[in-house]
């Protein structure tokens, strides 16, 4: 499976962003998409999962500004985002997990401006 992430660029605080991520390679049976992110000098930490059901989560910082959304016949997951804090600002990663192995894209730089 290979990830190709874009949209991300930079804001001022309170914008809006989408992220997409296009999957190609062998897609059939992806389970979960996810989004991470990793801010300069932090771990990378959970944004949201959307499962093949359209199950998600989101993690507590972001529940309420952002959505994660499928195009399963186009393997685009999609990560709306809005009110956007400073807070915000990282390096934001999809990722894909198919019959336990993980496989991840290139990152895409969000920068929020207070």
């Known amino acids: 499976v290979q990830l190709q992430a874009s949209g991300g660029g930079l804001v001022q605080a309170g914008g809006s962003l989408r992220l997409s991520c296009a999957a190609s390679g062998t897609t059939f049976n992806i389970h979960v998409f996810g989004w991470y992110r990793q801010a300069p000098g932090k771990q990378r930490e959970l944004v949201a999962l959307?499962?093949?059901?359209?199950?998600?989560n989101y993690a507590d910082s972001v529940k309420g500004r952002f959505t994660i959304s499928r195009d399963g016949t186009e393997n685009t997951v999609y990560l709306q985002m809005s009110s956007l804090k400073f807070e915000d600002t990282a390096v934001y990663y999809c990722n894909a997990k198919r019959f336990g192995m993980s496989f991840w894209g290139n990152g895409t730089q969000v920068t929020v401006s207070s």
């Open positions: 959307i499962s093949s059901g359209l199950t998600t």
